[in-house]
């Protein structure tokens, strides 16, 4: 399954650029930042062998490169609201 995420990703994402991961689980929101995606891979895969982990996404836009030193390529559990890539922090948005 990892090599089918890091595929996916790689068609979604810009070569290079950063990624957001979000995973909804009970009551709370793993997130995390990946400009490597073998490693986004990974942790979704690690992320999906939870089972109070309820869905698992990556987000369209484009998220600014500063945001890897909350949380460079690993996935945490927050259980209040995680400071995500909206606002200021996001550095464009993708059209397809």
Do not use: Q
Request: with cysteine; glycine share 8%.
């Amino acid at each position: 399954m990892k090599e089918e995420i890091r595929r996916t990703v790689e068609l979604l994402a810009p070569e290079g650029g950063v990624v957001e991961v979000r995973a909804l689980a009970d009551g709370a929101t793993h997130s995390g930042y990946f400009d490597d995606h073998s490693a986004l891979a990974r942790a979704a895969e690690a992320l999906d062998a939870d089972p109070a982990v309820a869905g698992i996404y990556v987000t369209l836009n484009t998220v600014n490169p500063a945001l890897l030193a909350r949380r460079r390529e690993r996935a945490a559990c927050e259980p209040e609201r995680v400071p995500g890539s909206w606002g200021n922090e996001r550095s464009g948005r993708e059209a397809f």
